[in-house]
Structure formats: C-alpha cells, structure tokens
C-alpha cells in the first residue's frame, strides 16, 4: 500500500482519510472553479492533478449542499419530537367513555375508553416511522432474482458457425 502524502492522508485499513487540510483544499478548488479557472489551471495552481481537483471540486459541492440538508433534518427531527410528546401525553391520560355528552359508568366507576390510547399508539408509530426514515435507520430490502435467461441470434445460420 503507499505511504500517505502530505495531501493524501489514509486510515490503517488504506481508505483515504477526510482530514482538515483536504477539506481546506478541496474548498479552495472549489472557490478557484467558481471564478471560472479550469480545472487544469487549478491543477497547476494546487499543484494537483487535473483528476484529483475534478474530484475535490465535487466533494466540496457536495459538502455545500449536505449541509443545509443536516440543518433542515436536525429541524425535522426536533418537530418529531414535540409531536411524539404531544402524542405520549394523550396516551398516558385516563380517557373515559362519552356517549351523548354524558359520562357512561360500568358501576360506580366511569367506563374507560381505549380508542384515544390506541390511536396514540399508532401516532407514535407512524413517528418514530418518519423519525427511522430521517436517519436512515430502515434497513435495506434485498431482492433475489432467479430464472434463466434464453438467447435467441436471429439472422445468422448456426451450420456455419460449427
């Protein structure tokens, strides 16, 4: 494996390293392209190869609209979570039975009506649902495929292929 260079940092296990000076750098490409340089005259500027400032102008884009991305996520999940409490409260209340506007008792106590229990059940589902998607917690489905596959050559005599 080669040795890491002053801009080309790896881990142990050889995958390349984020490091502060390549942020630093792929920032500068990226400013660089912005006023209009090509990327080989960035390349000399950086003293770079043209591929590796192409790749930096990239990641530093990407980096640009990740985030806003984490901004507007981090809020989301902050909403989730006023929703979810909302939803926890109702679902830790005594609901009692109303029929006609009147308290229905099974004795001398009020009949307790699950309805309002169970729908915050599936409230905080269908949260913590969104909340999974957000993070990207939901496991990815694996899809297998099996049959065959049959070629037909139409056009060619199969005599004179032997």
Known sequence: MDEPTP???????GRWIRTPETAARDAEAARLRARGMTYRAIAAELEMDVHSVHDA???????????????????ELERLDVLYEAAARVLERE???VSQGKIIYQGPDPLLDDGP?????????????RRSKLLGLDAATKTQVSGGVKY??????MDKLR
């Open 7 to 13: 801009n080309q940092a790896r881990a142990g296990d």
């Open 57 to 75: 102008v990239k990641r530093a884009l990407k980096e640009i609209v990740q985030e806003p991305a984490e901004d507007v996520r981090r809020m």
């Open 95 to 97: 609901h009692v039975t």
């Open 117 to 129: 229990v169970l729908q915050a059940i599936d409230r905080l589902l269908r949260i913590q649902e």
């Open 152 to 157: 037909e050559i139409v056009g060619v005599d």
